[in-house]
């Protein structure tokens, strides 16, 4: 059986739609296939990288792509996506038409890149954003 392709984009690609591919890929088993893309890529968010290895899932090494990058990616294997779920606002206004999707979903999370404060109060919003996104993935793979 073939995995459930799921691809997550945001603006940037830094962070939310980086730890919500990292939560499918550490909830959804064999059944799932999570990438990541964003509309305008940035270098990925060390706050995120931090809280998610608190959480022990390393998100270190992750590449930030454009969407039309992960669609051509996996166009060259012959294959496409079967999901879309955008994890901002700004990502869903912009989000690329991506062929072959059945299913766009819209989740809309705080933007950890606009965190502000003393650095234990960033860690700590940014903690929240990861920890709603990991409930947002459990309860997404529960009506699966």
């Known amino acids: 059986?073939?995995?459930?392709?799921?691809?997550?984009?945001?603006?940037?690609?830094?962070?939310?739609?980086?730890?919500a591919e990292a939560w499918l890929d550490a909830l959804g088993g064999e059944r799932f296939?999570?990438?990541s893309a964003g509309?305008?890529?940035a270098p990925i968010n060390p706050l995120a990288v931090a809280v998610m290895a608190e959480r022990g899932i390393?998100?270190?090494?992750?590449?930030?792509?454009?969407?039309?990058?992960?669609?051509?990616?996996?166009?060259?294997k012959g294959q496409q996506f079967d999901v879309v779920i955008?994890?901002?606002?700004?990502?869903?206004?912009l989000c690329p038409f991506v062929p072959g999707v059945s299913v766009t979903e819209r989740?809309?999370?705080?933007d950890p890149?606009?965190?502000?404060?003393?650095?234990?109060?960033?860690?700590?919003?940014?903690?929240?954003?990861?920890?709603?996104?990991?409930?947002a993935v459990r309860a997404w793979l529960a009506g699966r």
């Open 86 to 93: 955008t994890v901002c606002t700004k990502a869903a206004g």
């Open 1 to 19: 059986m073939n995995p459930t392709r799921v691809l997550f984009v945001c603006g940037q690609n830094s962070a939310r739609s980086q730890m």
């Open 58 to 76: 390393d998100i270190s090494r992750k590449r930030t792509k454009l969407v039309a990058e992960a669609v051509d990616e996996l166009a060259a």
């Open 107 to 110: 989740w809309s999370f705080d």
């Open 113 to 135: 890149g606009t965190v502000s404060g003393a650095p234990e109060e960033q860690l700590a919003k940014v903690r929240a954003v990861r920890d709603e996104i990991e409930a």
């Open 39 to 41: 509309i305008e890529p």
């Open 33 to 35: 296939e999570a990438h």
